[in-house]
């Protein structure tokens, strides 16, 4: 079955990430082979070779460059033989042509993630001081045409934010209730847990995933 | 249900347009530094949203809400941006900013052939009469 949720986030007071999980899913690859010159415009974006115009046959902007002729792509450098070549000049080359390029959809790597927390708890405090009218708190609920977000906020300043997809209707006002309670269980009662800290515990990993597993049945609504 | 306030911003961020309705509490900057706020929160918002969204590559914000206003985006293909706060229950808000966009490119279009041929440019109460007239016709207006 399709997964609802999509990321799970619980960001300290500082805005720093201390626990995430995400769904498993297949990450979409497309392979073709291409004659000179090559019709997808590639650059480097955060070190890798991107697409940046040309969809076409499920290629997609923001996919990368992941191997060429079964040669595994690391970042932008491609190993052949003894000697390493960045990608996009191997690409421009006509005597490399016909070649075969596989392309990956991208992936939120643990250290965006952490950007990403940062990036939220920075858009969450000045939501809070653009309202127009009094007592407003921070982002709750944000849509794009891709997924929707909602965040809880604690009295103590902890947010659980929860990621589903935009065609979910999930009732994320219980599922978050019930995070922060498994957080108090698990994390706050743990006498070897420091405050802020990412979580570690087996056991609050294991209470996620049961409450993610029966948040899905019930379309979020998780009630003993 | 109210409207409290609408931004528009050209694709560098200077702010084309502003006006409010209901705003019961300032945010406490010099109305540049407020747009400048705006823009960037949007700029960092769709940043975010981007690296999030692994589906596909045409993704745009639609709003986000708080306990007490919802703030709804509508972007053109030219980058012309425009937002909206609203009262968190609104309906029909993206009708309404289309409408708004709607105005704002016969205004601009108006005023780019009168600046051609008169020595007076547009008043700014031009486009401010036709933008208040449609929000104030909108059902989320009071």
Not at chain 1, 52 to 69: P, T
Not at chain 1, 139 to 158: D, H, I, P
Request: aromatic residues 12%; contains cysteine.
């Amino acid at each position: 079955m399709s997964n609802h949720i999509q990321h799970l986030f619980i960001i300290n007071r500082a805005g720093s990430l201390i626990y995430s999980w995400e769904a498993r899913t297949e990450t979409p690859e497309v392979e073709k082979t291409y004659e000179w010159p090559i019709d997808v415009h590639l650059e480097e974006v955060d070190q890798k070779a991107v697409v940046v115009f040309g969809e076409k046959d499920g290629i997609k902007l923001r996919y990368y460059v992941k191997s060429v002729n079964g040669e595994t792509v690391s970042g932008t450098r491609l190993q052949l033989g003894a000697q390493q070549v960045n990608v996009l000049e191997y690409l421009q080359e006509e005597d490399h042509y016909p070649v075969t390029v596989k392309f990956a959809a991208p992936t939120v790597s643990t250290n965006e993630k952490i950007i990403l927390s940062s990036m939220f708890h920075s858009l969450f405090t000045i939501a809070v001081q653009l309202s127009p009218c009094q007592k407003s708190s921070g982002v709750e609920v944000l849509e794009t045409t891709q997924f929707k977000l909602f965040c809880l906020q604690s009295r103590t300043g902890v947010k659980f934010v929860v990621i589903t997809s935009a065609a979910s209707n999930i009732a994320a006002d219980s599922l978050l209730s019930k995070m922060y309670e498994l957080y108090t269980d698990f994390a706050l009662k743990n006498p070897f847990y420091s405050i802020d800290m990412p979580i570690r515990a087996q056991k609050f990993d294991e209470a996620i995933k049961t409450l993610l597993e029966r948040a899905e049945k019930n379309n979020g609504a998780v009630t003993f | 249900m109210t409207i409290y306030n609408v931004y528009i911003f050209d694709r560098e961020g200077q702010c084309l347009y502003y006006d409010e309705w209901f705003r019961t509490k300032q945010s406490g900057l010099a109305p540049i530094q407020e747009y400048k706020l705006v823009f960037g929160m949007m700029l960092s918002m769709k940043s975010f949203v981007d690296r999030l969204a692994t589906n596909d590559s045409n993704q745009t914000v639609n709003y986000y809400k708080t306990s007490a206003y919802k703030m709804t985006f509508l972007e053109s293909a030219t980058s012309i941006k425009i937002m909206l706060n609203t009262d968190p229950n609104a309906t029909g808000i993206r009708d309404l900013l289309h409408k708004i966009y709607q105005t704002w490119t016969e205004t601009a279009n108006s005023a780019a052939k009168l600046e051609l041929f008169a020595s007076n440019p547009p008043n700014e109460n031009f486009l401010k009469n036709r933008v208040r007239d449609i929000v104030m016709k909108h059902p989320a207006y009071v």
